[in-house]
């Protein structure tokens, strides 16, 4: 498995399965992405500040599980928490259409939906990273991630120009259906992978969940490179999550967009995400494994201020390409960084290591969601959009202020505690 050329890993038959069910999970996701807010937003006619509470909901998992779900993780097999999640994400979605089509739907039915999902994702999120290194071996990390943000860059295409259409054609709610189908057929392949892990081992003793998770904590904010991608991580998402949260309100309102065209805007930015997945081993041997992690966000990130910029007409395809950017630039960021934080880690803390991560660090995307929609209703969409870019651009520092500014190449195979 060590041929980094296409197609390389997908030789691999188990391999082949989890790219293609990462592939059908993040379509749906991605569909949800767009098709969830727009129920609220067209269907239901959402606020701006019922829209950053629907955001922060989607989110806000993180901060609920986000710790112990390390903990839980580490001592279950990975592959059947991911079949799990799947499982139950694809009942919960398809609440959505039943419910409209009873005349029950609500924006607390949303926020209900919105919360569910996201508790369980970060369940599949965190058995998902967890689970590469032992399907594919420490020595694929890069060429394996690089593989699976590749496949999502598609779906992130492919997510929003199939839904926008969608919406327009059977309505949101509707739409929803083909993310119910998309999670649901991810479990399958899931089901599919052959390799079979062993049971994690306690070593005889009871697990005891407190202990379990400041292991963990204490593993990543004790070292330099992981606490500084974890900070990192939570101020550009952070930002993100406001910046997010009134762009569908300004491509609406402000541009005057329909359900088609917003789908195509975000279109633009799966194609930025694709392209930096095509690039990201390429650059990341160029300028080095450690440098890319903070000049992706420095170069990509200011060009998010042409959206705020943009009027109705020729404008809004130079702020599409400003979103492809930020999108190529996060994830030639997202696969460095990854790669890095999976190779620190002893097999034993993936769980807990990839938990206290996400918990800091997506942990800012329900306070950003909410903070947007406090900002969109007090200082509108536009001044939203400018804080949330100056936000993601900021979130380079932590990283290059870390031993990340000069790493060039990852720590070696069999020495996962090495960057000190």
């Given at each position: 498995m060590k041929n980094s050329s296409w197609p390389g890993l997908l030789r691999d038959p188990d391999f082949g399965r989890l790219f293609a069910a990462t592939a059908l999970g993040q379509l749906g996701d991605r569909v949800i992405f767009l098709a969830l807010p727009l129920v609220a937003l067209v269907a239901l006619d959402a606020d701006e500040f019922q829209m950053g509470l629907l955001t922060a909901m989607t989110t806000v998992g993180s901060l609920l599980v986000g710790l112990p779900a390390g903990a839980w993780v580490d001592r279950m097999r990975k592959r059947s928490v991911m079949i799990g999640t799947d499982a139950a994400r694809s009942l919960i979605l398809l609440t959505?259409?039943?419910?409209?089509?009873?005349?029950?739907?609500?924006?607390?039915?949303?926020?209900?939906?919105?919360?569910?999902?996201?508790?369980?994702?970060?369940f599949f999120d965190v058995a998902h990273i967890s689970y590469l290194p032992h399907l594919v071996g420490r020595g694929n990390l890069v060429e394996g991630n690089s593989k699976?943000?590749?496949?999502?860059?598609?779906?992130?295409?492919?997510?929003?120009?199939?839904?926008?259409?969608?919406?327009?054609?059977?309505?949101?709610?509707?739409?929803?259906?083909?993310?119910?189908?998309?999670?649901?057929?991810?479990?399958?392949?899931?089901?599919?992978?052959?390799?079979?892990?062993?049971?994690?081992?306690?070593?005889?003793?009871?697990?005891?969940?407190?202990?379990?998770?400041?292991?963990?904590?204490?593993?990543?904010?004790?070292?330099?490179?992981?606490?500084?991608?974890?900070?990192?991580?939570?101020?550009?998402?952070?930002?993100l999550a406001m910046y997010q949260t009134m762009l569908l309100v300004f491509l609406k309102k402000e541009l005057g967009l329909g359900s088609f065209g917003i789908g195509l805007v975000l279109s633009g930015m799966g194609c930025g995400a694709l392209l930096g997945a095509l690039l990201a081993t390429?650059?990341?041997?160029?300028?080095?494994?450690?440098?890319?992690?903070?000049?992706?966000?420095?170069?990509?990130?200011?060009?998010?201020?042409?959206?705020?910029?943009?009027?109705?007409?020729?404008?809004?395809?130079?702020?599409?390409?400003?979103?492809?950017?930020?999108?190529?630039?996060?994830?030639v960021r997202v696969v460095a960084q990854s790669s890095f934080q999976q190779a620190l880690t002893p097999d034993r803390l993936l769980g807990r290591m990839s938990a206290t991560v996400r918990f800091v660090s997506w942990g800012g995307l329900p306070l950003g969601g909410l903070l947007g929609g406090f900002s969109g209703s007090a200082l509108g969409?536009?001044?939203?959009?400018?804080?949330g870019a100056g936000g993601m651009t900021l979130s380079f520092l932590p990283n290059f202020l870390s031993p990340l500014r000069s790493l060039r190449t990852l720590p070696g195979e069999n020495s996962p505690e090495t960057v000190r």
């Open positions: 959505v259409p039943v419910a409209w089509w009873a005349g029950l739907l609500t924006i607390p039915w949303l926020y209900a939906v919105a919360l569910a999902h996201g508790v369980l994702t970060v699976l943000s590749a496949i999502r860059s598609v779906t992130s295409i492919g997510g929003p120009a199939t839904a926008g259409p969608l919406v327009g054609w059977i309505g949101a709610p509707a739409t929803l259906l083909v993310s119910s189908v998309g999670m649901a057929a991810s479990g399958l392949l899931a089901f599919r992978i052959r390799k079979r892990e062993q049971k994690p081992e306690t070593g005889g003793q009871r697990p005891r969940l407190r202990q379990d998770v400041g292991e963990g904590m204490r593993f990543v904010l004790g070292h330099p490179v992981l606490r500084a991608t974890m900070t990192g991580d939570a101020v550009f998402n952070l930002s390429r650059l990341s041997k160029l300028v080095g494994q450690g440098p890319v992690v903070w000049l992706a966000p420095l170069v990509t990130c200011p060009l998010t201020a042409l959206m705020p910029l943009a009027r109705p007409g020729w404008s809004v395809y130079a702020a599409a390409v400003g979103l492809a950017a930020l999108s190529l630039g996060g994830v969409a536009t001044a939203t959009l400018w804080i």
